[in-house]
């Protein structure tokens, strides 16, 4: 089947099939005679693989790793489920901090840009050190 057709079954775009060749987690498939990439059903199946993979949280570089594991056939015991589980503790604490993010945000909109003579608390407290409490994930950036 031809980039456009793998794009269409695996619900991908083209650009995301050549991205994934690029960085080298979609083996070039072989060619036609006339130039055309020709793929197969593996690669239907890795490509939803990639896609889920990313929509769970995983890099692309993880999800490379993943495949190495399993690709041998031989997966060391409890290796992916540990990288899982890995995932979902990430995931927790990305979740925990935009929890963080919400509260203060809330918070800062309590403060109501009422006065015109009076600069707006809003921006007052953006512009102090504690103003706004980010958790440290988000203080970082």
Do not use: W
């Not at 890099?59 to 290796?79: D, F, K, N, P, Q």
């Not at 990288?83 to 919400?102: C, P």
């Amino acid at each position: 089947m031809n980039i456009a057709e793998l794009a269409e079954r695996a619900g991908v775009k083209v650009s995301t099939l050549r991205f994934y060749e690029r960085r080298g987690v979609l083996p070039a498939p072989p060619r036609t005679s006339s130039g055309y990439r020709d793929f197969d059903e593996e690669d239907v199946v890795r490509v939803r693989y990639l896609r889920r993979g990313q929509q769970l949280g995983f890099t692309l570089a993880e999800l490379g790793e993943l495949t190495a594991l399993t690709g041998s056939r031989v997966v060391i015991a409890g290796e992916v489920a540990s990288r899982g589980r890995e995932k979902l503790a990430e995931i927790d604490a990305r979740i925990a901090d935009l929890a963080q993010l919400r509260d203060a945000l809330a918070g800062l909109l309590a403060l109501q840009c009422t006065d015109p003579d009076e600069p707006c608390p809003i921006i007052s407290a953006l512009g102090t050190e504690t103003g706004l409490e980010l958790p440290a994930a988000a203080a970082a950036h």
